[in-house]
């Protein structure tokens, strides 16, 4: 398990998770360090697991997907090598943007993007219907994103 992270470690993570083009110097003079020890305490927060990579947050519609679909999948099998060859086979698709293996009656939930309604219909059938170890699946389409950014809570209370 990770070391316990005090209040400058969930500063800095706030920090970064808002900005993550932060300067060393800026994010220092966030958290009220100077420069070298903030540096060493972001290396720290990446090799504890805390910080996992850095990414821009893209806009689909700008880019032309209109559709965010879900995907509930219900699998054939629960056998570990269908799982594996399953999950492999997802890595493989730009257009599956997440996926979590859930519990309840479908297996793995999918969030999916394409252009528009027509071209998630020829995915679904083209690429979701052929997936392995697919017995059903089942779609719901979001009609707007009312909290998109993936935050995630780093405050006192919540750690």
């Known amino acids: 398990m990770p070391a316990p992270l005090d209040r400058t470690d969930r500063a800095l993570l706030g920090a970064l998770q808002d900005n993550a083009r932060l300067t060393v110097a800026d994010l220092a003079d966030q958290v009220a360090l100077t420069t070298s020890p903030c ?5 720290l927060l990446e090799e504890g697991g805390y910080i996992t990579g850095y990414q821009a947050i893209l806009s689909p519609k700008s880019l032309g997907f209109g559709v ?3 995907v509930s999948i219900m699998m054939e099998s629960h056998n570990k090598d ?6 492999k086979r997802l890595m ?4 599956i943007v997440a996926c979590h293996n859930i519990s309840g009656r479908y297996d793995f939930l999918l969030e999916v993007l394409a252009r528009d309604l027509e071209s998630f ?7 979701l219907q052929t997936l392995p170890g697919v017995k059903e699946i089942y779609s719901s389409f979001s009609y ?9 809570p780093v405050g006192e209370k919540h750690i």
Do not use: L, Y
């Not at 540096?39 to 290396?43: A, D, L, P, T």
């Not at 493989?92 to 257009?95: N, V």
């Open 39 to 43: 540096w060493r305490r972001v290396k």
């Open 92 to 95: 493989e698709i730009p257009e």
């Open 82 to 87: 269908a799982a594996r060859a399953f999950e």
């Open 68 to 70: 965010t679909a879900f």
């Open 144 to 152: 707007k994103a009312v909290k998109q950014r993936r935050v995630i």
């Open 121 to 127: 219909g020829e995915f679904a059938r083209e690429v």
